[in-house]
């Protein structure tokens, strides 16, 4: 059974720091591009950043660049956001979903989420100014 379980969401205030966790089972992790998705009430999902697991290439939205970092942790079949300078506009739901490869996982970040192959139940994270 395909499981990816996202934790680590929280409340913290402008400027403070949260890690986000995506744990991976049920299908070969390092074959996928791994992303981070969010979701504010009344909107769209968005793509936030995607890693391919097997050699550590990453992408960033514009929007969080230079501020959260992806990882992945391979024996644990893991991936990680870790999110620095958060600000309130942060706020939002964050999902973590897998794609069959790293330049899907690329493509439906930039332009949406619809594409993805599996996704995860969301974590929430809230930043107060």
């Known amino acids: 059974e395909v499981q990816l379980q996202a934790s680590g969401g929280g409340s913290v205030q402008t400027g403070g720091s949260l890690r986000l966790s995506c744990a991976a089972s049920?299908?070969?992790?390092?074959?996928?591009?791994i992303g981070w998705f969010r979701q504010t009430p009344g909107n769209e999902r968005e793509g936030v950043s995607c890693?391919?697991?097997?050699?550590?290439?990453?992408f960033y939205r514009d929007q969080v660049k230079g501020r959260f970092t992806i990882s992945s942790e391979k024996a644990k079949n893991t991936v990680y956001l870790q999110m620095n300078d958060l600000k309130p506009e942060d706020t939002a739901v964050y999902y973590c979903?897998?794609?069959?490869?790293?330049?899907?996982?690329?493509?439906?970040?930039?332009?949406?989420?619809?594409?993805?192959?599996?996704w995860g139940k969301g974590t929430q994270v809230t930043v107060s100014s």
């Open positions: 979903a897998a794609a069959p490869s790293y330049s899907e996982c690329v493509t439906i970040t930039r332009w949406g989420y619809q594409g993805m192959q599996y």
């Open positions: 890693i391919r697991t097997r050699d550590a290439i990453t």
């Open positions: 049920g299908f070969t992790f390092e074959d996928y591009g």
